[in-house]
């Protein structure tokens, strides 16, 4: 589809066109299964059982030979016997858990749910047709009992759970969360608004458990992956308060004398409010004279509404003197465009100076940052904008080796882009014409970046970087080793890894100078993204990947990812650190940083796409009633120019029984966790070792929460699971057939870019990347595509990825967070391909009606909504019901089986 002309200043409000053209997809430890040498005392107060699907198999076993169903119990470990109680404690019944969220509600006797065996019956040496479900044979000459009909399937698989009851919910009202009332955050897909009453909220920190283990050996047997997702700079939704700034005076904000850590709405006043307990290592410290206040008659500090860091669990406090080691300044940015004959011919060039231009017109006249222009082929060409120049002056460096600035950065090379737009949109309309004159095939673009670095080594920021071929000039020459007989091999993995040092190197010199570096890759041809993406990894950057580029499908895209990077909250000079109370360690961390003093992130760039994974161990025992503290500091400089410290602090409650850990485990954030470690373990790991780990955790989890937690004996094959995570096993078979971790021939390029997406996804992100959301448009709510009270529009009920969901007279919208895909069926309804398409048969061009319909308003209302509310923007591919690109829809129904990967 061609785009719309006018203003490319913003992204565009409604989706008015679609693409008929589909863009094909060019080593950690592991915890074992549980241990133990005594069976433990069950948790009172456990009861239900999740059981999908009333299903004996031919014959029963007892759990320790039931193949791919979990270990057997450790050595020296006796499980109850099948058809007899627990044993009860010593001392009388557990305390019943603090949540409800144990194990899935299912009703024992509700059509499709088997009850578990009765005591003294015979499951273990059951002929087939003795099976506890079927009951006694018939007697002689009597008839069978008729026999129920078989599901397919897909029938089959509508009574396992799904994430639409979890997350879908309310289409029209977000849900409120109160982060110091509910233990546990919704659902990350769900619709809700957070209200922050002293703990920092989940879009912030996000941790796979909300109760703690207070054992080590507790911690061990869970198999549960503890960690937090960390997401500082994340933007509030509508309807949610941003994080107050706080100016905390010349003398800065107070922090705790032993650990360091800073004044937060979790510390306690104790002795008057002339002392504080420290919330993370509880040590006493004097309140200095001129913060003192008394306490109230109900425990609270009299100033305690005045003070936003005594009443929110995040806070932004502007740094003083002793934050600051040079003068901040507003963030300055350099383009840095390629413009061989690679880029020329498919009109990357066109496309930079076009999208470039409409933005340079739409800036606010307040903009303070600074701008600068290098392009490249075999040579460096740098431009002169300053302001008394109304046409740039090209400034060429032929010297590789030796490179150096032909004249000064300030003012010069690095412009306000207001004082010098007329200057610089005469380049970009020039831009296309005169690169195309020289056609030159080399790429020098380890000389760009050395020229990028010379001109932000100053003042630091960002560079953006526009790369189209292989480099093939030194420094930092590539040489193709792609083979493709490799593909689908163990040797694919010889590809994951940098194939030179170079580009890494160059990315830690950068980030010591404050520079990062976002990288825009339009490949024809593999260009090594394994060996350029340390670039932005270890810069706090970020890879924007167009395979196939055409500008007349893809320029839009373009263009609202490239307005985005330059628009949304984002600094730069940035470390962050996570402190913990004593007896939690950190055993990793993960995400687009440079770790500095074992500790310390280091972040060249940061923005509220970011995202940071932190693993942790218990390394102590805990007594009773001990609380957890973690608290999040980010010094950055933002970008405007102001040095600020974001401090988001939490508190989790620790517990000794199984039942109340796994009540607190959190869904979405644990499979986040999983995924990184499963995608680091990948780079050195045959692929299908990694796909056969992801089960064996869930194996393990599942194992564990029967052998500790269940209360009952139940038959083997049925499945017995806690309530919230019920859906982890669906998750991660989601997992296993994306583009992370799938078999089969694909891209190793397309396969990099899609794993380092990882961290620039929010856990929201990710859930709907693994599980898409699909919607029946031609059977939408009369409510579906208006707007909320909110603001917000309304979106139609979510659809089961099955294929029993795809109906030949439907029209179905598919949402991955990263692609977009309509499939119109071959008997869908005339008046509906007339109102939202002017179309009369299927076979007709399928573009949207222009004419002011209701429902295809209401329906360029929901496509619309869904391309902007990702920061990745999708375009539209149209799929029809038995073309040439209906595999790539019915490749994501993914509770189907996939290829080689089992079903839901």
Same mark, same amino acid.
């Given at each position: 589809?061609?785009?719309?002309?006018?203003?490319?200043?913003?992204?565009?409000?409604?989706?008015?066109?679609?693409?008929?053209?589909?863009?094909?997809?060019?080593?950690?430890?592991?915890?074992?299964?549980?241990?133990?040498?005594?069976?433990?005392? $069950?948790?009172?107060?456990?009861?239900? *059982?999740?059981?999908?699907?009333?299903?004996?198999?031919?014959?029963?076993?007892?759990?320790?030979?039931?193949?791919?169903?979990?270990?057997?119990?450790?050595?020296?470990?006796?499980?109850?016997?099948?058809?007899?109680?627990?044993?009860?404690?010593?001392?009388?019944?557990?305390?019943?858990?603090?949540?409800?969220?144990?194990?899935?509600?299912?009703?024992?006797?509700?059509?499709?749910?088997?009850?578990?065996?009765?005591?003294?019956?015979?499951?273990?040496?059951?002929?087939?047709?003795?099976?506890?479900?079927?009951? $006694?044979?018939?007697? *002689?000459?009597?008839?069978?009992?008729?026999?129920?009909?078989?599901?397919?399937?897909?029938?089959?698989?509508?009574?396992?759970?799904?994430?639409?009851?979890?997350?879908?919910?309310?289409?029209?009202?977000?849900?409120?969360?109160?982060?110091?009332?509910?233990?546990?955050?919704? $659902?990350?897909?769900?619709? +809700?608004?957070?209200?922050?009453?002293?703990?920092?909220?989940?879009?912030?920190?996000?941790?796979?458990?909300?109760?703690?283990?207070?054992?080590?050996?507790?911690?061990?047997?869970?198999?549960?992956?503890?960690?937090?997702?960390?997401?500082?700079?994340?933007?509030?939704?509508?309807?949610?308060?941003?994080?107050?700034?706080?100016?905390?005076?010349?003398?800065?904000?107070?922090?705790?004398?032993?650990?360091?850590?800073?004044?937060?709405?979790?510390?306690?006043?104790?002795?008057?409010?002339?002392?504080?307990?420290?919330?993370?290592?509880?040590?006493?410290?004097? *309140?200095?004279?001129?913060?003192?206040?008394?306490?109230?008659?109900?425990?609270?500090?009299? /100033?305690?509404?005045?003070?936003?860091?005594?009443?929110?669990?995040?806070?932004?406090?502007?740094?003083?003197?002793?934050?600051?080691?040079? $003068?901040?300044?507003?963030?300055?940015?350099?383009?840095?465009?390629?413009?061989?004959?690679?880029?020329?011919?498919?009109?990357?060039?066109?496309?930079?100076?076009?999208?470039?231009?409409?933005?340079?017109?739409?800036?606010?006249?307040? =903009?303070?940052?600074?701008?600068?222009?290098?392009?490249?082929?075999?040579?460096?060409?740098?431009?002169?904008?300053?302001?008394?120049?109304?046409?740039?002056?090209?400034?060429?460096?032929?010297?590789?080796?030796?490179?150096?600035?032909?004249?000064?950065?300030?003012?010069?090379?690095?412009?306000?882009?207001?004082?010098?737009?007329?200057?610089?949109?005469?380049?970009?309309?020039?831009?296309?014409?005169?690169?195309?004159?020289?056609?030159?095939?080399?790429?020098?673009?380890?000389?760009?970046?050395?020229?990028?670095?010379?001109?932000?080594?100053?003042?630091?920021?960002?560079?953006?970087?526009?790369?189209?071929?292989?480099?093939?000039?030194?420094?930092?020459?590539?040489?193709?080793?792609?083979?493709?007989?490799?593909?689908?091999?163990?040797?694919?993995?010889?590809?994951?890894?940098?194939?030179?040092?170079?580009?890494?190197?160059?990315?830690?010199?950068?980030?010591?100078?404050?520079?990062?570096?976002?990288?825009?890759?339009?490949?024809?041809?593999?260009?090594?993204?394994?060996?350029?993406?340390?670039?932005?990894?270890?810069?706090?950057?970020?890879?924007?990947?167009?395979?196939?580029?055409?500008?007349?499908?893809?320029?839009?895209?373009?263009?609202?990812?490239?307005?985005?990077?330059?628009?949304?909250?984002?600094?730069?000079?940035?470390?962050?650190?996570?402190?913990?109370?004593?007896?939690?360690?950190?055993?990793?961390?993960?995400?687009?940083?440079?770790?500095?003093?074992?500790?310390?992130?280091?972040?060249?760039?940061?923005?509220?796409?970011?995202?940071?994974?932190?693993?942790?161990?218990?390394?102590?025992?805990?007594?009773?009633?001990?609380?957890?503290?973690?608290?999040?500091?980010?010094?950055?400089?933002?970008?405007?120019?102001?040095?600020?410290?974001?401090?988001?602090?939490?508190?989790?409650?620790?517990?000794?029984?199984?039942?109340?850990?796994?009540?607190?485990?959190?869904?979405?954030?644990?499979?986040?966790?999983?995924?990184?470690?499963?995608?680091?373990?990948?780079?050195?790991?045959?692929?299908? /070792?990694?796909?056969?780990?992801?089960? /064996?955790?869930?194996?393990?989890?599942?194992?564990? +929460?029967?052998?500790?937690?269940?209360?009952?004996?139940?038959?083997?094959?049925?499945?017995?699971?806690?309530?919230?995570?019920?859906?982890?096993?669906?998750?991660?078979?989601?997992?296993?057939?994306?583009?992370?971790?799938?078999?089969?021939? *694909?891209?190793?390029?397309?396969?990099?870019?899609?794993?380092?997406?990882?961290?620039?996804?929010?856990?929201?992100?990710?859930?709907? +990347?693994?599980?898409?959301?699909?919607?029946?448009?031609?059977?939408?709510?009369?409510?579906?595509?208006?707007?909320?009270?909110?603001?917000?529009?309304?979106?139609?009920?979510?659809?089961?990825?099955? =294929?029993?969901?795809?109906?030949? /007279?439907?029209?179905?919208?598919?949402?991955?967070?990263?692609?977009?895909?309509?499939?119109?069926?071959?008997?869908?309804?005339?008046?509906?391909?007339?109102?939202?398409?002017?179309?009369?048969?299927?076979?007709?061009?399928?573009?949207? =009606?222009?004419?002011?319909?209701?429902?295809?308003?209401?329906?360029?209302?929901?496509?619309?909504?869904?391309?902007?509310?990702?920061?990745?923007?999708?375009?539209?591919?149209?799929?029809?019901?038995?073309?040439?690109?209906?595999?790539?829809?019915?490749?994501?129904?993914?509770?189907?089986?996939?290829?080689?990967?089992?079903?839901?």
């Amino acid at each position: 589809a061609t785009p719309p002309t006018g203003k490319y200043g913003a992204p565009p409000p409604v989706a008015m066109s679609m693409n008929n053209s589909a863009t094909t997809s060019p080593s950690g430890s592991f915890n074992t299964p549980p241990q133990g040498t005594v069976t433990p005392p $069950p948790a009172a107060g456990v009861q239900g *059982v999740y059981n999908p699907m009333n299903y004996s198999p031919s014959v029963a076993q007892p759990v320790s030979q039931v193949p791919k169903y979990g270990a057997p119990p450790p050595a020296g470990a006796s499980a109850p016997p099948p058809q007899q109680q627990a044993p009860v404690p010593q001392g009388g019944p557990q305390p019943p858990p603090t949540t409800q969220r144990l194990l899935c509600n299912a009703q024992p006797n509700a059509p499709g749910y088997g009850p578990p065996p009765t005591a003294g019956s015979n499951t273990g040496n059951q002929m087939p047709h003795m099976a506890s479900n079927h009951g $006694p044979p018939p007697a *002689v000459g009597q008839s069978l009992p008729p026999q129920e009909p078989q599901l397919s399937a897909s029938e089959k698989a509508l009574k396992f759970p799904s994430p639409i009851e979890l997350i879908a919910g309310d289409a029209k009202n977000a849900t409120k969360f109160n982060t110091a009332v509910q233990p546990v955050p919704p $659902p990350a897909a769900s619709k +809700f608004i957070t209200i922050d009453q002293g703990k920092c909220g989940p879009r912030y920190i996000r941790s796979s458990l909300y109760t703690v283990p207070s054992k080590k050996d507790i911690a061990k047997k869970s198999s549960l992956p503890f960690g937090l997702i960390l997401q500082p700079l994340a933007d509030p939704v509508l309807g949610e308060e941003a994080v107050p700034i706080v100016d905390p005076g010349s003398s800065g904000p107070i922090r705790c004398t032993r650990c360091r850590g800073y004044m937060c709405s979790l510390n306690t006043f104790i002795q008057g409010g002339q002392k504080f307990s420290c919330f993370l290592c509880s040590h006493i410290n004097d *309140v200095p004279d001129e913060y003192f206040s008394p306490i109230g008659a109900n425990g609270y500090r009299m /100033d305690f509404t005045q003070r936003p860091e005594l009443m929110r669990g995040s806070v932004e406090y502007i740094a003083t003197g002793e934050y600051v080691t040079k $003068p901040p300044r507003p963030m300055s940015y350099v383009f840095v465009v390629e413009v061989s004959a690679s880029a020329v011919e498919q009109g990357v060039v066109q496309s930079f100076a076009a999208s470039l231009k409409a933005i340079l017109k739409a800036l606010p006249e307040d =903009n303070n940052s600074l701008f600068g222009l290098i392009t490249y082929d075999s040579s460096i060409h740098f431009y002169n904008f300053h302001s008394s120049l109304t046409k740039p002056q090209i400034l060429v460096v032929a010297e590789l080796e030796d490179l150096f600035l032909p004249i000064s950065a300030e003012q010069n090379l690095l412009v306000n882009p207001n004082n010098s737009k007329e200057c610089m949109i005469s380049l970009l309309d020039n831009l296309p014409e005169f690169t195309q004159r020289s056609m030159n095939g080399n790429n020098a673009f380890g000389s760009a970046l050395e020229a990028g670095r010379l001109m932000l080594n100053e003042s630091g920021g960002k560079m953006i970087c526009f790369l189209s071929s292989l480099p093939n000039v030194a420094p930092g020459k590539l040489e193709p080793r792609l083979k493709s007989e490799h593909l689908g091999t163990d040797r694919e993995r010889e590809y994951y890894k940098p194939h030179t040092s170079f580009y890494q190197l160059k990315g830690e010199k950068l980030a010591t100078a404050k520079i990062g570096v976002d990288l825009f890759i339009f490949a024809n041809t593999y260009l090594d993204l394994a060996t350029l993406m340390p670039l932005s990894t270890t810069t706090g950057g970020q890879v924007f990947y167009y395979p196939r580029f055409i500008p007349s499908r893809d320029r839009i895209k373009f263009h609202h990812e490239f307005h985005r990077v330059l628009t949304r909250t984002s600094g730069y000079d940035g470390v962050m650190r996570t402190r913990f109370s004593s007896g939690i360690d950190i055993s990793l961390y993960q995400g687009n940083h440079m770790l500095t003093f074992g500790t310390d992130m280091e972040v060249a760039n940061i923005d509220c796409d970011k995202t940071f994974v932190v693993h942790l161990r218990n390394e102590e025992n805990f007594p009773e009633g001990h609380m957890v503290g973690i608290q999040c500091a980010l010094l950055y400089t933002t970008r405007d120019g102001q040095r600020r410290l974001r401090i988001h602090s939490l508190q989790l409650p620790t517990s000794p029984q199984m039942a109340n850990i796994f009540g607190g485990a959190d869904l979405e954030a644990m499979t986040y966790l999983i995924t990184a470690k499963l995608l680091r373990a990948s780079i050195s790991t045959p692929l299908q /070792d990694v796909r056969r780990k992801a089960l /064996d955790i869930c194996v393990q989890i599942v194992y564990a +929460f029967r052998f500790y937690c269940s209360t009952k004996s139940f038959n083997p094959q049925v499945l017995v699971i806690p309530e919230g995570l019920k859906l982890l096993p669906l998750y991660l078979i989601c997992l296993l057939k994306s583009v992370l971790l799938k078999n089969g021939r *694909v891209s190793v390029d397309y396969r990099m870019y899609s794993r380092a997406q990882l961290y620039s996804m929010s856990v929201r992100e990710l859930t709907i +990347f693994l599980y898409p959301r699909m919607f029946a448009l031609h059977k939408l709510p009369e409510e579906a595509g208006t707007m909320a009270e909110d603001g917000s529009v309304i979106l139609p009920p979510w659809e089961r990825l099955l =294929n029993c969901s795809l109906k030949p /007279d439907g029209c179905y919208l598919l949402d991955n967070g990263h692609r977009m895909f309509l499939r119109v069926g071959r008997e869908v309804n005339p008046e509906f391909l007339k109102r939202v398409f002017d179309a009369n048969s299927v076979d007709d061009d399928l573009s949207f =009606n222009i004419t002011d319909d209701p429902l295809a308003n209401r329906v360029k209302a929901i496509i619309s909504a869904l391309q902007l509310e990702h920061p990745s923007y999708k375009l539209l591919i149209t799929v029809k019901q038995g073309g040439e690109k209906e595999l790539l829809y019915t490749q994501m129904m993914f509770e189907e089986r996939v290829e080689e990967t089992m079903s839901h």
